[in-house]
């Protein structure tokens, strides 16, 4: 055996800051290494959006630790799982909330780290502090208030002696002052700064879940604050800003005065993508919850298919109505042993670009394209090559509109229908949703198609109109067009919101607007 291949290659930790909480506010480099992880050992604080930059084979260890609750993974525990990781060989991003060093014990991680030899980076994130100051509309520094910030602890109780923080010095000592870990001693905490010399009147703001769509902040005094964070029910984790930048909030209070901020808006999609809606409808601040009404899934059984592939041959057209269906196709086809040599012979057909382009990734380019990317448009151009006689095959859904197949028979054509995916209604997220409506945690529900509505309607499952009624009552309703629209009013909802134009741009536009008028009239 060569050295090479008998020395184990060594792994390493890279400690990466996750950012305060809008998972957009990671640093490039810790997405980039989170990209090439082996394995990811997350915190509580840290945003789980950020693990679709994660590798699908990776390893993901959730090491919990939150305040007050029993903690999943000591740190020990946490500390001696990096170490093995590491030593087994693998890339591991520990990623960790705002930012590694700044009360994270990200100190303690890679002390224990360099003892056992092991190799590490550390990547730097944007800290809670300075996020939830920023995204409250408070500069944590200012010419004309502040010069000097001090970031503290609350997590100690004040009143226990040896405490490591002198109360008396920072009382005073700086300008600002940012208290993370604070809300349970919040109390003695302000009784400690104004025993300590501050004003009483000092303006304080505290902001809870900072930078994301559930932030919400609160702003008194030294004097009032803690009751007003006892009476808006405010909890962990939230950060204390004391000082008289505070009071720049009046005129620069930016993130939470965005039209579409704490309004929680079901975005309902079937096969058509949601995200240009979403990140259309999150860029003014909502708060979406993506919400799927069809799933797309193999049929329970080949056996039309696996016939027809034994004789491809014999057909003179196979024509492809859908992406899902020449996905599912060439899977079939592959996992019976075969590839595109075996559809020599037939003409093939493509409803549309899209599809045909896909065709062409499998290396099977289509011979006939419709000049209307119908199903229709796709009949008639095959009539006017001539169908008689012809053997067709159409792999598709299950469920499908039979207007190709029949226009085709009508027309002297043996057509084969095989079936190769199904739509089904997704089951998992029914109680959820029912239990938000119920709540009355939905503002909005957007639909982009009939079926959007049918399904999600199905998916609600109200036993009646009454009890629709009153699920649906406090929901806002957006379409994106008549069709739609109809299938809504059908159904026995009304529609408050529809562009004129019946597009993605168009429709997010029309919500922002229906609230900027909500807010103006209120
Ligand atoms: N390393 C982290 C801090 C970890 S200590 C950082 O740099 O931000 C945990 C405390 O951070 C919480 O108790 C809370 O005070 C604060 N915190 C973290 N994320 C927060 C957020 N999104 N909003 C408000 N406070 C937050």
């Known amino acids: 055996m060569s050295e090479q291949t008998s020395t184990k290659r060594a792994g390493k930790v890279y400690l990466v800051g996750a950012g305060p909480g809008d998972p957009g506010l990671i640093t490039v480099r810790g997405k980039y290494l989170l990209g090439k992880a082996e394995v990811v050992v997350y915190d509580y604080l840290a945003s789980p959006k950020l693990l679709k930059h ?17 903690h999943t993974h000591t740190q020990e525990e946490i500390n001696q799982m990096l170490v093995d990781w590491a030593l087994s060989g693998k890339t591991v991003v520990r990623l960790k909330g705002g930012d590694p060093f700044i009360f994270g014990r990200g100190g303690e991680e890679v002390e224990e780290l360099a003892n056992a030899g092991v190799d590490f980076e550390v990547v730097p994130g944007v800290t809670s502090a300075t996020a939830a100051a920023t995204y409250a509309g408070i500069p944590i520094t200012h010419r004309e208030y502040t010069a000097s910030v001090a970031f503290i602890t609350g997590h100690e109780d004040p009143t226990k002696p040896g405490s490591k923080i002198d ?17 349970k001693n919040l109390p003695i905490i302000v009784k400690n700064l104004i025993d300590n010399g501050r004003d009483p009147k000092t303006p304080v703001a505290v902001v809870r879940w900072a930078s994301t769509p ?13 009751e007003i964070v006892q009476g808006a029910g405010i909890k962990p ?36 993508q949601a995200s240009e809606l979403m990140a259309g409808l999150e860029e003014s601040g909502a708060n979406c919850v993506e919400f799927s009404t069809i799933q797309i899934e193999p049929v329970e059984s080949y056996e039309v298919l696996d016939e027809e592939l034994d004789r491809l041959q ?60 119908t199903g229709e448009g ?21 469920k499908a509109r039979e207007i190709l197949p029949e ?78 629209a109809k299938t809504v009013t059908d159904n026995g909802l009304q529609v408050h919101i529809q562009p004129e134009s019946y597009t993605i741009p168009d429709l997010t536009h029309a919500i922002v607007e229906f609230y900027k008028a909500q807010k103006a009239g209120a």
């Open 378 to 398: 796709l009949a008639e151009s095959l009539l006017d090559q001539g169908v008689e006689g012809r053997n067709i095959l159409i792999p598709r859904a299950v």
């Open 54 to 70: 994660v590798p699908k084979e990776a390893e993901l260890i959730y090491a919990g630790k939150k305040g007050g609750v029993k």
């Open 407 to 484: 226009t085709l028979r009508g027309a002297g054509a043996q057509v084969t229908v095989a079936p190769v995916y199904q739509n089904v209604i997704p089951d998992g997220k029914r109680e959820k949703l029912r239990e938000q409506l119920e709540s009355g945690d939905v503002d909005m529900v957007t639909f982009t198609s009939s079926s959007t509505v049918r399904n999600f309607l199905t998916m609600v499952g109200a036993a009646d109109r009454a009890e629709l009624d009153v699920l649906m009552r406090d929901v806002t309703i957006a379409a994106i067009g008549p069709i739609t």
């Open 237 to 272: 984790p939230a950060l204390i800003i004391v000082g008289e930048v505070v009071t720049l909030r009046d005129t620069i209070d930016w993130f939470e005065k965005r039209p579409l901020f704490g309004k929680r808006i079901v975005v309902t999609r079937t096969r058509e």
């Open 314 to 373: 014999e057909y003179h057209w196979i024509l492809f109505t859908s992406l899902n269906a020449v996905n599912f196709f060439f899977q079939r086809l592959y996992s019976m042993g075969k590839d595109a040599r075996d559809m020599k012979g037939p003409g093939i057909a493509a409803v549309g670009k899209a599809t045909a382009d896909l065709l062409m990734g499998y290396g099977v380019r289509a011979d006939l394209l419709p000049s209307v990317f």
């Open 214 to 226: 559930q932030q919400r902040s609160v702003v008194g005094t030294l004097e009032t604050i803690a």
């Open 167 to 183: 109360w008396a010095k920072l009382a005073t000592g700086a300008g600002t002052l940012v208290v993370y870990m604070g809300i």
